[in-house]
């Protein structure tokens, strides 16, 4: 340990006066100190009541996010990597197919966190606040919600309306009203919806020449359902197209990079829930709302309506985003509102309006993201709501 | 008897507790006065450099109230008086001469003191330097004759872990304790004594005024915590609280003449402590904090702390003991950078929460006044809110308070706050919650007063 932190204080000390007020490269200050907290956990002296500090910091429960986004980022990895191989006929043994999936997927986070960071640093440099570790998790989260084939420009320009407009407008990290990443999201897929959407995005195939991307055609589960004759089971399309409710759990399957696997997601939940990062009650109350309002659906089924209105609601919950939306996005603390039962609900109302989209409105085959940032705008509401409650039940003391 | 009992709290295991032993301090060749560790008064002096005093003799008073004296814990020479920011006075040291003269004040023995109203108790009181024990919530100041308290608290072991226990100090001294109840009855206010759970009372005379029971960690055992778990309206709000050994102090100045100066310390050195230096000491009102260690020399280069830990002040070595504080603690200070230190899998990091290893494991550590990370914004976690015994949505109250809606702070429950300091304890972005709100009561208060 010694032999690397030595010369690492050396260098950070001899460095430091570089950055201070008044000299050359004061304004990069935050960027200085983000890096030597990285490295180097600072020690500081605590100067008030009480005199001794939980362990937990920000740079502790941001690492375990991305830990928690771990699983399902690496079988993206993979999902991405064997489709491009399975339909060009390639092998599809693992290292190869790691490999490929490698090269789809590293530029469109490498692009992500670096434009990302750009703009959070220059927000950090403007406003002389340090540099937060939230950006680490919104930098990763925005690609897995990707199709494979998209635009390097567009991750880009969608990251930009993300950190920019979601976030730094209002204030920076824990100001900002809607969830960064999704943000981000939006933007592209109503602004780029061709790249977005539609049978041709989800597969990426390098041509022989080795590097430039092209798609294949393939249909989500979501977009199945979407067109599935109202008189069939629709369980049974699915299995007809490849799709039993095994394949759309362990999520090899075609679609956004990160959100196929419902058992990954599974994983990752549970490292969020085990370390107590991430509310259970928004999670519990997501799976109780999309699975009440599936019910109410199939109880008005009949062969007039769209299939989607009979499927067993538990489907709901393995296709699309729903699984990695309610776990890692409508779980952020900062837009979800930091109250118990507002969070019950908040989690409810995510569910069923993202049910209440995929079912009702053949527009949008998605309603999650739809479905978080609408709650989004709700959640100061509901904070304002419990917040009363609560504060009537105490005895004034003025 | 009536229970009150805290679940929500997180119980904190530092190392180090003091041993419930007393030993006898050394003379001691100077002691002090610190006026700036008594909240919300503003001191003027009675005495200059130089000025020879007695024990008993006044040394300042408080400008808003004159009639609230301040007196000498030594009889000898003034030798210093030193100022602060804003010229605040923070230490008036006196040197003690070889035989200590006491001020004589008219002895008022039980039967006297059975005789005398709510006035002249408090008259009496004031007169002998006693007054300041009596203390008002929701400020924790020092109580207005003419507030009219609902209820006065006297809590026998404020539960912060290196407080000097009842069983210490009560020892012996149970009939005094008894006559100093007795007192604080003739105040017209009814008198509850608290006992804690965890250090149960044995002396029938004692059990015998006993009326509430409080169980659960720190700060169960706090008058604030146990007033509001146990009030029923807003009347209630106001309320006297006194420390369980000021009890003592107020019984034997009232009882002697003299103003009394005798106090037992608790002393402790979390991590390091040996038994030769975590125990209770008696010693004096004032005392050098060099004087209460055997080996005051080892100790330069930690965190000297007064008052408690979760409560109290950073003191320098050459420091002394104020008015309201009995604990002297050592611990670690914050020392050196550790490599990627976030990452680790932190068996021995310790914490509330669940995201080091040493929540399988809850053990005792050293205490150590360290951040352990940086400050950043609000990002609404709630872990504040989860841990305040009073119920205070902290995270909403402080945003109140930043934002400077002072009405709606204390819809919150600004006055409610009890000043634990746990919510800065959990806060995972290192705000000073609790110091945010304290500073804000105070504000308020003196633009009330």
């Known amino acids: ?366 309603g999650v993201m739809l479905a978080i940032l609408f709650m989004n705008i709700f959640s100061p509401l509901m904070e304002y709501t419990e917040t009363r409650l609560r504060i009537r039940r105490r005895i004034p003391n003025v | 008897m009536k229970n009150v009992s805290i679940k929500k709290s997180l119980g904190i295991h530092v190392a180090g507790r003091p041993a419930p032993s007393v030993e006898d301090g050394p003379a001691v060749s100077s002691v002090a006065a610190l006026p700036d560790h008594i909240p919300l008064i503003k001191p003027r002096l009675l005495v200059k450099k130089g000025d020879a005093v007695n024990i008993g003799s006044p040394l300042f008073e408080d400008k808003k109230k004159p009639w609230i004296r301040f007196l000498s814990p030594g009889g000898g020479t003034v030798t210093d008086i030193e100022y602060g920011h804003r010229r605040a006075i923070t230490r008036i040291v006196i040197e003690t001469g070889e035989t200590e003269e006491h001020e004589a004040f008219e002895p008022v023995d039980e039967k006297a003191a059975k005789g005398m109203d709510r006035d002249q108790v408090i008259d009496a009181m004031a007169v002998r330097g006693l007054w300041p024990l009596v203390r008002s919530l929701p400020y924790r100041t020092i109580a207005a004759p003419d507030e009219k308290p609902a209820s006065l608290w006297v809590c026998l072991d404020p539960a912060d872990p290196f407080q000097v226990p009842s069983t210490v100090y009560l020892k012996g001294n149970e009939p005094l304790f008894v006559s100093g109840i007795r007192i604080l009855e003739r105040l017209g206010v009814p008198v509850y004594v608290c006992e804690s759970e965890q250090v149960p009372v044995e002396s029938p005379d004692i059990r015998a005024i006993i009326t509430h029971r409080t169980a659960g960690p720190y700060p169960a055992e706090d008058p604030g915590v146990v007033l509001y778990h146990t009030k029923k309206s807003a009347v209630e709000n106001r309320a006297w609280f006194m420390n369980g050994q000021d009890v003592l102090l107020l019984a034997e100045g009232m009882a002697s003449g003299r103003y009394p100066i005798s106090r037992i310390m608790a002393v402790s050195a979390s991590g390091n402590g040996s038994p030769a230096v975590n125990r209770c000491v008696k010693t004096r009102l004032g005392a050098p904090l060099a004087s209460l260690l055997p080996d005051p020399e080892t100790a330069r280069g930690r965190r000297w702390i007064t008052g408690g830990l979760f409560r109290g002040q950073t003191a320098e070595p050459d420091g002394f003991m104020g008015f309201y504080e009995t604990s002297l603690l050592l611990i670690e200070d914050a020392a050196d950078p550790e490599l990627f230190g976030f990452l680790k899998p932190g068996a021995r990091k310790p914490t509330a929460s669940r995201t080091f290893l040493y929540a399988l494991h809850k053990k005792e550590f050293t205490a150590k006044a360290d951040m352990r990370g940086e400050e950043r914004a609000c990002i609404n976690c709630g872990k504040c809110e989860q841990v305040c015994p009073v119920d205070i949505m902290v995270q909403f109250a402080y945003k109140c308070v930043y934002a400077e809606e002072i009405e709606e702070a204390l819809m919150h429950g600004l006055l409610d706050c009890v000043e634990c300091g746990l919510c800065t304890y959990v806060c995972p972005a290192k705000i000073e919650l609790a110091e945010a709100l304290k500073t804000t009561r105070r504000a308020y208060y003196e633009d009330r007063i």
């Open chain 1, 1 to 366: 340990m010694g032999r690397i932190e030595k010369p690492l204080r050396t260098l950070f000390d001899r460095s430091r006066p570089y950055f201070e007020k008044g000299r050359r490269m004061e304004r990069l200050k935050p960027f200085f100190e983000a890096t030597e907290t990285f490295f180097l956990y600072p020690a500081i002296p605590v100067k008030n009541q009480p005199f001794i500090r939980d362990s937990l910091d920000l740079k502790r429960y941001m690492s375990i996010v991305l830990a928690a986004l771990m699983p399902p980022f690496l079988f993206g990895i993979y999902n991405t990597g064997f489709h491009a191989r399975n339909v060009s006929g390639l092998s599809t043994d693992f290292m190869s197919v790691f490999g490929e999936g490698l090269i789809i997927v590293m530029p469109i986070v490498i692009v992500s966190y670096g434009v990302g960071l750009f703009w959070e640093g220059l927000f950090a440099a403007i406003r002389r606040h340090p540099i937060s570790e939230g950006f680490l998790v919104t930098g990763l989260l925005f690609p897995l919600t990707l199709p494979p084939t998209i635009p390097l420009w567009q991750v880009a320009a969608g990251i930009t309306f993300g950190v920019v407009i979601g976030k730094e407008i209002f204030g920076g990290t824990g100001r900002n009203l809607f969830n960064p990443a999704l943000t981000a999201r939006a933007f592209i897929f109503f602004a780029y919806p061709v790249q977005m959407s539609g049978d041709r995005v989800w597969v990426a195939v390098r041509d022989t020449a080795g590097n430039a991307v092209d798609a294949v055609s393939g249909a989500t589960p979501l977009a199945i359902a979407a067109l599935a004759d109202p008189k069939a089971r629709i369980e049974a399309v699915f299995a007809d197209s490849g799709y039993t409710f095994q394949t759309l759990f362990f999520g090899n399957h075609i679609g956004s990079i990160g959100e196929t696997s419902t058992l990954c997601i599974l994983i990752g939940a549970l490292i969020l829930l085990a370390t107590g990062i991430a509310s259970y009650r928004i999670m519990a109350g997501g799976v109780i709302g999309a699975i009440a309002t599936g019910l109410l659906f199939n109880y008005f089924q009949s062969p007039d309506l769209p299939a989607w209105f009979s499927i067993n609601p538990v489907y709901h919950l393995v296709t699309g985003g729903f699984a990695f939306g309610i776990v890692y996005m409508a779980t952020d603390p900062v837009t979800a509102p930091g109250t118990d039962r507002a969070k019950w609900v908040y989690g409810f109302l995510i569910g069923a309006i993202a049910v209440l989209v995929r079912v009702v409105n053949p527009a949008f085959p998605e």
